[in-house]
């Protein structure tokens, strides 16, 4: 009675495990030969991703039946005395189990940069887990031959209806790859890459973008949707669209300064001109065709490259670096699509996204191009030059952070490179890495800052981002630029009247101080420290920088002052400034960032990186003067000068943000001359 009572139960439970195989087998057929052709076969085609998507599913169906199998397997095998085949087979399903608690980690989640060595171990698992599967199954094989009753197991266990339904699966998902991959390609229009305008017009030649120097892989435009949308990369990377939101980058176009400047260029020179300003302010009207008669620039509200700015691909989407000389001499180059990349439907574009989380190889390689990363990719659009077809005068320098920087010592390619171990990129002071919840993220939960930090205070503070401009400012007073008051020292004077010889008097220093109504000389030496390249840097013309030297006595009275501002926001013109003033052919003060009319400069004073500059001032101490006086030097910066800034902002001009980068403070004693001795 009790030998049939458990004859009964075993046969049950082999029963439920034939019942949940039947379903198990084909799903791991069908998740592991999907697996294995998607990693070693290369390349990123349409029936790989198919192919991925069948694998997902594949893998949840396998992952359903897997635990309950195992529980019914090891139940029905616990009486097995075969060491090896016990082992193995606790190996195996330990492997399987591992496999799937990864794999759905994955399909859930999805991928990420700190979590990479997931997606290596579950493919590792997935080679060891068919090695030990192979011993199990041998060393099972090899007990059958022994015990007939094991073989009769055996063989029932893989019954007819799980080998049926194997051959199903693998022929549905073959069949459903191959002509999910045929519709696709056949039916699916995707991108149209052709100018948005028509009877679009080389006004500058044959080149599309002249007198931009872009380019692009195939010399054609770019379909709206390849470079536009970044929006849509905040499915993913949350933090760092919301920094980019916040940046100067994502304001290239909408920039009040920029607009009236491009509307100006487009009144005067027409707006196939503007090309050479929106291949670095507005990329997505420059590539996608909008700019000839008929089309809309990125100063327009009514564009997309207005809210675009230089937008997520307008870098990500560079390849390499055309030349150095600038102008946007950068080459775009289209990423590998995921399935309905281009596609507006909500659920398409689902899935599209999805693909991108569980297989990101493809994403990575064309969003982390070894590009972004060079400073060659700055010098593209912070490097300038201006041509004969644009000013009718000739070829002109102009801005040219880049080569600044390759003269600095921070570039590690200079006689003064001892001073640092490692080359200090552009990237590293603008982009610095920070923590942050992102899939990017490193292992140590960094992300590269999109804040793009640099010099421009106006764009913050009239969009009311007090952070990012509190965020700036303090960038600018980080100690990258200082300023040093050389305290006055008589080569004649006194300390005291007691005698000190000859010999060591070289050694002493001289005292500090200033007679009543002395003409007073002294040096403001302000040093550019830790700026990669010259300082001021960019738009030297528009941008005022100067120094604010001010002298008082002890009550507070005001001896000397220079650099003051007005209540009108004027800077004194006495002050002394680190600024450009460029020109036209006729000699007249070329004042509104019109570019195009300037042949040269009449004034150009900036310091070059790890270098000074010192300006002599000069004097009067009055009797009446307090003792001691108080003597201090500050180095202002205003984004706009206040010609500029009343011709873009109007009134407002004179409430823009003024910053403090740097400031040194010395007191000065003052003395009596003592009346000259008579002699007798």
């Given at each position: 009675?009790?030998?049939?009572?458990?004859?009964?139960?075993?046969?049950?439970?082999?029963?439920?495990?034939?019942?949940?195989?039947?379903?198990?087998?084909?799903?791991?057929?069908?998740?592991?030969?999907?697996?294995?052709?998607t990693?070693?076969?290369?390349?990123?085609?349409?029936?790989?991703?198919?192919?991925?998507?069948?694998?997902?599913?594949?893998?949840?169906?396998?992952?359903?039946?897997?635990?309950?199998?195992?529980?019914?397997?090891?139940?029905?095998?616990?009486?097995?005395?075969?060491?090896?085949?016990?082992?193995?087979?606790?190996?195996?399903?330990?492997?399987?189990a591992?496999?799937?608690?990864s794999?759905?980690?994955?399909?859930?989640?999805?991928?990420?940069?700190?979590?990479?060595?997931?997606?290596?171990?579950?493919?590792?698992?997935?080679?060891?887990?068919?090695?030990?599967?192979?011993?199990?199954?041998f060393?099972?094989?090899?007990?059958?031959?022994?015990?007939k009753?094991?073989?009769k197991?055996?063989?029932?266990?893989?019954?007819?209806?799980?080998?049926?339904?194997?051959?199903?699966?693998?022929?549905?998902?073959?069949?459903?790859?191959?002509?999910?991959?045929?519709?696709?390609s056949?039916?699916?229009?995707?991108?149209?890459?052709?100018?948005?305008?028509?009877?679009?017009?080389?006004?500058?030649?044959?080149?599309?973008?002249?007198?931009?120097?872009?380019?692009?892989?195939?010399?054609?435009?770019?379909?709206?949707?390849?470079?536009?949308?970044?929006?849509?990369?905040?499915?993913?990377?949350?933090?760092?669209?919301?920094?980019?939101?916040?940046?100067?980058?994502?304001?290239?176009?909408?920039?009040?300064?920029?607009?009236?400047?491009?509307?100006?260029?487009?009144k005067?020179?027409?707006?196939?001109?503007?090309?050479?300003?929106?291949?670095?302010?507005?990329?997505?009207?420059?590539?996608?065709?909008?700019?000839?008669?008929?089309?809309?620039?990125?100063?327009?509200?009514?564009?997309?490259?207005?809210?675009?700015?230089?937008?997520?691909?307008?870098?990500?989407?560079?390849?390499?670096?055309?030349?150095?000389?600038?102008?946007?001499?950068?080459?775009?180059?289209?990423?590998?699509?995921?399935?309905?990349?281009?596609?507006?439907?909500?659920?398409?574009?689902?899935?599209?996204?999805?693909?991108?989380?569980?297989?990101?190889?493809?994403?990575?390689r064309?969003?982390?191009?070894?590009?972004?990363?060079?400073?060659?990719?700055?010098?593209?659009?912070?490097?300038?030059?201006?041509?004969?077809?644009?000013?009718?005068?000739?070829w002109?320098?102009?801005?040219?952070?880049?080569?600044?920087?390759?003269?600095?010592?921070?570039?590690?390619?200079?006689?003064?490179?001892?001073?640092?171990?490692?080359?200090?990129?552009?990237?590293?002071?603008?982009?610095?890495?920070?923590?942050?919840?992102?899939?990017?993220?490193?292992?140590?939960?960094?992300?590269?800052?999109?804040?793009?930090?640099?010099?421009?205070t106006?764009?913050?503070?009239?969009?009311?981002?007090?952070?990012?401009?509190?965020?700036?400012?303090?960038?600018?007073?980080?100690?990258?630029?200082?300023?040093?008051?050389?305290?006055?020292?008589?080569?004649?004077?006194?300390?005291?009247?007691?005698?000190v010889?000859q010999?060591?008097?070289?050694?002493?220093?001289?005292?500090?101080?200033?007679?009543?109504?002395?003409?007073?000389?002294?040096?403001?030496?302000?040093?550019?420290?830790?700026?990669?390249?010259?300082?001021?840097?960019?738009?030297?013309?528009?941008?005022?920088?100067?120094?604010?030297?001010?002298?008082?006595?002890?009550?507070?009275?005001?001896?000397?002052?220079?650099?003051?501002?007005?209540?009108?926001?004027?800077?004194?013109?006495?002050?002394?400034?680190?600024?450009?003033?460029?020109?036209?052919?006729?000699?007249?003060?070329?004042?509104?960032?019109?570019?195009?009319n300037?042949?040269?400069?009449?004034?150009?004073?900036?310091?070059?990186?790890?270098?000074?500059?010192?300006?002599?001032?000069?004097?009067?101490?009055?009797?009446?003067?307090?003792?001691?006086?108080?003597?201090?030097?500050?180095v202002?910066?205003?984004?706009?000068?206040?010609?500029?800034?009343?011709?873009?902002?109007?009134?407002?001009?004179?409430?823009?943000?003024?910053?403090?980068?740097?400031?040194?403070?010395?007191?000065?004693?003052?003395?009596?001359?003592?009346?000259?001795?008579?002699n007798?």
């Open positions: 009675m009790s030998t049939n009572l458990k004859k009964t139960r075993s046969l049950s439970t082999l029963q439920l495990e034939q019942h949940k195989f039947k379903y198990l087998l084909p799903a791991l057929l069908v998740s592991s030969i999907s697996g294995f052709s990693y070693f076969v290369a390349g990123h085609s349409v029936w790989q991703q198919w192919a991925v998507l069948s694998h997902v599913v594949s893998g949840a169906v396998l992952a359903l039946f897997l635990i309950p199998y195992i529980a019914l397997h090891v139940k029905r095998i616990l009486g097995n005395r075969k060491l090896w085949v016990l082992i193995s087979g606790v190996l195996s399903a330990a492997m399987l591992a496999m799937a608690l794999g759905a980690y994955i399909a859930i989640w999805g991928q990420s940069e700190k979590l990479r060595w997931l997606f290596e171990w579950h493919v590792r698992l997935a080679f060891v887990f068919m090695a030990v599967l192979f011993f199990h199954l060393f099972y094989g090899l007990d059958t031959v022994v015990n009753r094991h073989k197991i055996f063989l029932e266990n893989i019954d007819v209806e799980a080998k049926r339904l194997s051959v199903y699966a693998l022929l549905f998902g073959f069949c459903f790859i191959l002509f999910a991959s045929i519709l696709y056949q039916f699916y229009t995707g991108y149209k890459d052709q100018a948005i305008v028509n009877n679009y017009q080389y006004s500058y030649g044959d080149h599309p973008f002249r007198p931009s120097e872009t380019e692009t892989e195939l010399n054609t435009f770019v379909d709206e949707k390849r470079i536009a949308g970044s929006l849509n990369c905040a499915e993913c990377h949350q933090q760092i669209v919301d920094q980019w939101r916040a940046s100067i980058h994502s304001q290239a176009a909408s920039d009040v300064a920029y607009v009236k400047n491009i509307n100006l260029l487009e005067t020179k027409g707006i196939a001109a503007t090309r050479y300003c929106e291949g670095c302010h507005a990329p997505v009207a420059l590539l996608t065709g909008q700019l000839s008669p008929g089309g809309m620039h990125g100063g327009n509200e009514d564009s997309v490259a207005f809210h675009e700015g230089v937008s997520c691909m307008a870098c990500h989407g560079v390849r390499d670096v055309v030349h150095l000389k600038g102008v946007a001499s950068y080459r775009f180059a289209q990423p590998e699509d995921y399935l309905f990349a281009a596609s507006d439907n909500t659920i398409a574009t689902k899935l599209h996204n999805y693909l991108i989380s569980v297989r990101p190889e493809q994403h990575r064309d969003m982390a191009r070894d590009v972004l990363a060079s400073p060659k990719l700055c010098a593209s659009c912070h490097v300038q030059f201006m041509d004969k077809n644009l000013n009718n005068w000739g002109l320098k102009m801005q040219d952070e880049y080569s600044a920087w390759l003269a600095s010592a921070f570039s590690n390619q200079t006689d003064q490179s001892f001073a640092h171990e490692e080359a200090q990129r552009c990237q590293d002071c603008h982009f610095p890495l920070l923590k942050g919840d992102d899939p990017s993220a490193d292992e140590q939960g960094q992300i590269v800052s999109h804040l793009s930090i640099a010099a421009n106006v764009i913050p503070w009239l969009k009311g981002d007090n952070d990012h401009l509190v965020r700036t400012q303090e960038f600018l007073r980080s100690g990258k630029i200082k300023v040093t008051i050389d305290p006055p020292r008589k080569k004649q004077a006194t300390q005291s009247k007691f005698f010889e010999e060591i008097r070289p050694s002493l220093e001289t005292p500090s101080y200033y007679y009543l109504g002395d003409k007073a000389n002294l040096n403001v030496v302000v040093s550019n420290d830790f700026v990669g390249h010259n300082f001021p840097g960019g738009t030297t013309d528009i941008n005022e920088v100067w120094i604010d030297f001010k002298v008082t006595d002890a009550q507070d009275k005001l001896i000397y002052r220079s650099g003051e501002v007005s209540k009108d926001g004027i800077v004194d013109k006495q002050a002394h400034f680190y600024r450009s003033i460029p020109i036209d052919r006729y000699g007249k003060h070329v004042w509104k960032h019109d570019l195009f300037m042949t040269g400069n009449i004034y150009k004073n900036s310091i070059p990186s790890g270098k000074s500059d010192i300006v002599e001032y000069a004097f009067d101490v009055p009797y009446w003067a307090q003792s001691p006086i108080v003597i201090s030097a500050v202002r910066y205003r984004k706009f000068n206040h010609q500029y800034g009343q011709w873009v902002l109007g009134d407002k001009a004179k409430l823009a943000p003024i910053t403090d980068m740097a400031s040194d403070v010395i007191t000065v004693p003052l003395r009596q001359k003592a009346p000259l001795a008579k007798f």
